[in-house]
């Protein structure tokens, strides 16, 4: 089953950037909506930012102000910026895209947030 590529992760402190490129399968022409879920430690996976075609973005309370969603349409790349980050955003991240009725992952980045 074709798969998203995700990139980045990785370490950063509490406070700083981090930014998440997801490469979906070039053979994904239209989208209609494209996100990013994380899961933490003995937590279930949850949505953290979407976006659909129309560029309707949506996140969860707890990332407002601090995370940003884009998709850079010629490059088809979407991309996770994430600022201010906090020791509980810690988790393992997964681009995801929703398209034909399916759900298609990518492999997981983990994100380690301290200091």
């Known amino acids: 089953q074709a798969q998203l590529v995700e990139f980045g992760g990785g370490w950063a402190q509490p406070g700083g950037s981090l930014r998440l490129p997801c490469s979906p399968p070039r053979s994904f022409l239209i989208i209609p909506v494209i996100g990013w879920y994380r899961q933490a430690p003995g937590k279930e996976r949850e949505l953290v930012a979407c976006?659909?075609?129309?560029?309707?973005?949506t996140y969860t309370d707890s990332v407002k102000g601090r995370f940003t969603i884009s998709r850079d349409n010629a490059n088809n790349t979407v991309y996770l910026q994430m600022n201010s980050l906090k020791p509980e955003d810690t988790a393992v991240y997964y681009c995801s895209a929703a398209l034909g009725g399916s759900t298609y992952w990518g492999q997981g980045t983990k994100v380690t947030i301290s200091s």
């Open positions: 976006k659909t075609m129309g560029d309707t973005s």
